[in-house]
């Protein structure tokens, strides 16, 4: 893994240099099963199921010239909370790996607090100005489980094709509800805020948005991804050796728990699972009518 490590000026003419020492592992499985469940004279119902397991882990950070305890990532970019990141790399742990204050709810005036814990990692109440020291692993975006689920049935001259696809076992950090769960955006800056500002907390919860377990979320879903339904006409006339019509739907629904838009974020690189106001574009559901024709 490749990282800017502070160097000793002693030594170098900078005071960072990039250094490829990190270490970083991958282990895990993937099966793939193909069926055929039912095939009658008229009907025929043919499956592929694909199922992989991958456990990360960073190995190392550092050698014997360019040293490092671990690496602060992904900065949700929330009001009030400049440079509070939510994520580790550090040995032992996966990339990924979300480091947080926990949030305890709401003391006696509707205020946010956290979990307060001392220098020996004792848990000792709540406290309504966390530092560094009260963030704790919380989960991580690497998910347990990564499938997909394709489908294929024929009835006579029908056919009709459905792709599931999914992961279940992650977490996902949605800086976008904390950002918009922010009051100050409304009463000082006249921007939009999330109505659940007005049912779930105080107005004047100035610690809402703080960037804690309050919005670390299960990332798990199940998509039907691609839907398609078809009729063949076989041969027609002298002149079409096969005509073929058919609708697609893609993005047909989702099922999960996840309350930001959309729950397929990003997994790569090195601040995974991270759903940013601008990190993606939503996905849109759409409609398409095609034609195959053989002469």
Request: aromatic share 14%; proline share 4%.
């Given at each position: 893994?490749?990282?800017?490590?502070?160097?000793?000026?002693?030594?170098?003419?900078?005071?960072?240099?990039?250094?490829?020492?990190?270490?970083?592992?991958?282990?895990?499985?993937e099966?793939?099963?193909?069926?055929?469940?039912?095939?009658?004279?008229?009907?025929?119902?043919?499956?592929?199921?694909?199922?992989?397991?991958?456990?990360?882990?960073?190995?190392?950070?550092?050698?014997?010239?360019?040293?490092?305890?671990?690496?602060?990532?992904?900065?949700?970019?929330?009001?009030s909370?400049?440079?509070?990141?939510?994520?580790?790399?550090m040995?032992?742990?996966?990339?990924?790996?979300?480091?947080?204050?926990?949030?305890?709810?709401?003391?006696?005036?509707g205020?946010?607090?956290?979990n307060?814990?001392?220098?020996?990692?004792?848990?000792?109440?709540?406290?309504?100005?966390?530092?560094?020291?009260?963030?704790?692993?919380?989960?991580?975006?690497?998910?347990?489980?990564?499938?997909?689920?394709n489908?294929?049935?024929?009835?006579?001259?029908?056919?009709?094709?459905?792709?599931?696809?999914?992961?279940?076992?992650n977490?996902?950090?949605?800086?976008?509800?904390?950002?918009?769960?922010?009051?100050?955006?409304?009463?000082?800056?006249?921007?939009?805020?999330?109505?659940?500002?007005?049912?779930?907390?105080?107005?004047?919860?100035?610690?809402?948005?703080?960037?804690?377990?309050?919005?670390?979320?299960?990332g798990?879903?199940?998509?039907?991804?691609?839907?398609?339904?078809?009729?063949?006409?076989?041969?027609?006339g002298?002149?079409?050796?096969?005509?073929?019509?058919?609708?697609?739907?893609?993005?047909?629904?989702?099922?999960t728990?996840?309350k930001?838009?959309?729950?397929?974020?990003?997994?790569?690189?090195?601040?995974?699972?991270?759903?940013?106001?601008n990190?993606?574009?939503?996905?849109?559901?759409?409609?398409?009518?095609?034609?195959?024709?053989?002469f």
């Open positions: 893994m490749i990282y800017n490590y502070r160097v000793s000026t002693l030594l170098y003419p900078y005071s960072e240099m990039w250094a490829n020492v990190g270490d970083i592992s991958n282990k895990g499985f099966i793939t099963i193909n069926a055929v469940p039912v095939q009658t004279k008229d009907f025929t119902w043919s499956t592929t199921l694909n199922l992989s397991h991958n456990k990360n882990k960073v190995e190392s950070l550092s050698n014997s010239e360019y040293s490092v305890k671990y690496i602060e990532m992904a900065d949700p970019n929330i009001n909370y400049s440079n509070k990141y939510v994520q580790r790399l040995e032992g742990a996966p990339i990924g790996q979300f480091y947080l204050w926990e949030w305890a709810g709401y003391d006696e005036n205020m946010s607090v956290f307060d814990y001392d220098e020996n990692g004792n848990l000792v109440g709540t406290t309504d100005a966390p530092d560094d020291g009260d963030r704790r692993m919380a989960g991580s975006a690497q998910p347990k489980l990564t499938y997909g689920w489908n294929e049935f024929t009835w006579k001259k029908w056919s009709l094709s459905a792709f599931f696809q999914g992961v279940a076992g977490k996902i950090f949605n800086a976008i509800r904390a950002s918009y769960s922010d009051p100050s955006l409304l009463s000082s800056f006249g921007k939009n805020i999330l109505a659940d500002v007005a049912t779930e907390q105080h107005a004047n919860d100035s610690r809402a948005q703080a960037p804690s377990t309050r919005y670390l979320e299960n798990s879903y199940l998509r039907l991804s691609t839907l398609t339904l078809g009729y063949n006409f076989g041969k027609l002298n002149y079409v050796n096969n005509l073929r019509v058919y609708a697609t739907c893609n993005n047909v629904f989702t099922i728990g996840y930001g838009i959309d729950p397929e974020v990003n997994l790569g690189g090195l601040e995974p699972g991270m759903d940013m106001r990190s993606n574009y939503p996905r849109t559901r759409s409609f398409m009518v095609g034609v195959n024709m053989n």
